[in-house]
C-alpha cells in the first residue's frame, strides 16, 4: 500500500457500489461505475474479499457483501439502540441525583461519550460528546476493561500505553487488574480524580441480549460532594437504571448467555 489514503478511497467507492437492487457485482461493471480502471479495481476487490468484506461467487465470479459488514451493521445498530432507549433515564436519574450523567460505548481501545446530561449546578463535570478515553482511567473505562475477554484485556494491559492525567490516574496493570475483579464481583465501578482532578463517578454496565456489555452508564460529580451516603445513592440509581435499561435491549440474566465469561453478570436490580 504505497498510498494508504488513496486505497481506501477506492475501497470505500467499490463497497459503495453495492446495493438492494445490484447485491452482485463483476468487475468490469464495478469499474464502469466508479472510473476506476480494471486492474485497479480487480486487486481492490480481491483484498477486500481477502479480509473477509465481500465474497466471491464460485462461478458467476461476481462478488457480494461479506458477513463481517453485518457484524459492523449489528454494532451500529446496537448504539442507536441504547442511545434511544436510554435518553428518557438519562433525564430521570439526572433529576433524581442533580448530577452530570453520561453513556459510552467500546471503540476499539477507547471508550467515546455518546450521550450526556449535564448537572445543573453551578460546579460540575462536564463530560463532552465525542470525547475518547482511554479505559485505565475513570469509571466507565475501568468498566470497560473489566468486561473484556480476558485475552484481549492481558493484551491491552501489556500493550498499550498508559497516559498520566492526574496523580490518581493507575497505570499499574496489576492494580488495574486487581480493580477489575473487583468491579466484576460488585457489578459497577467507582473512580476518585483519575482522569480529571477533583471529579468521582460511578459506572454501571449495559447489556445486549446476547449477555455481551454494550454501553457504561455514569453518574458523575465534583469530589466534594460524593460522600460517602451520595455514593451509596447514586450507586444504587445507577446499577438499576443500567439494568433496567439491558431489559429493554432483550437482555435477560436468568438466562445462559453467550459471550459472558462466568462471573461477568450484572448484580439484580436494587
Not at 466534594?224 to 445507577?238: D, G, L, W
Amino acid at each position: 500500500m504505497s498510498n494508504p489514503s488513496s486505497t481506501l478511497s477506492h475501497a470505500i467507492q467499490l463497497m459503495d457500489c453495492f446495493s438492494k437492487d445490484k447485491p452482485y457485482l463483476g468487475v468490469r461493471e464495478v469499474a464502469r461505475m466508479t472510473g476506476l480502471s480494471t486492474s485497479t479495481t480487480g486487486r481492490t476487490l480481491s483484498s477486500l474479499k481477502g479480509v473477509g468484506l465481500l465474497m466471491q461467487d464460485t462461478e458467476t465470479r461476481k462478488y457480494t457483501l461479506a458477513g463481517k459488514v453485518l457484524a459492523w451493521a449489528e454494532v451500529y445498530s446496537a448504539t442507536l439502540d441504547v442511545r434511544r432507549v436510554a435518553q428518557p433515564f438519562i433525564y430521570d436519574i439526572q433529576r433524581l441525583t442533580g448530577e452530570t450523567v453520561s453513556l459510552y460505548i467500546l471503540e476499539g481501545t477507547e471508550r467515546v461519550c455518546v450521550e450526556r446530561l449535564e448537572s445543573e449546578e453551578n460546579v460540575r463535570v462536564v463530560a463532552r460528546v465525542g470525547r475518547y478515553i482511554p479505559l485505565h482511567a475513570g469509571s466507565a473505562g475501568k468498566l470497560f476493561l473489566a468486561y473484556l475477554p480476558e485475552e484481549k484485556r492481558e493484551d491491552l494491559l501489556a500493550n498499550e500505553p498508559r497516559k498520566v492525567f492526574t496523580p490518581f490516574t493507575i497505570t499499574d496493570p496489576d492494580e488495574l487488574r486487581t480493580q477489575c475483579e473487583r468491579i466484576l464481583e460488585q457489578g459497577f465501578a467507582l473512580s476518585h480524580g483519575e482522569w480529571t482532578v477533583d471529579a468521582s463517578g460511578v459506572a454501571a454496565p449495559i447489556f445486549n441480549q446476547r449477555g455481551q456489555m454494550i454501553a457504561a452508564l455514569t453518574i458523575s460529580g465534583p469530589t466534594q460532594r460524593f460522600t460517602e451516603e451520595k455514593i451509596e445513592q447514586v450507586t444504587k440509581t445507577c446499577i438499576r437504571t443500567a439494568n433496567q435499561i439491558s431489559r429493554l435491549l432483550g437482555f435477560n440474566p436468568s438466562q445462559t448467555k453467550q459471550g459472558v465469561q462466568p462471573g461477568r453478570q450484572p448484580q439484580p436490580p436494587a
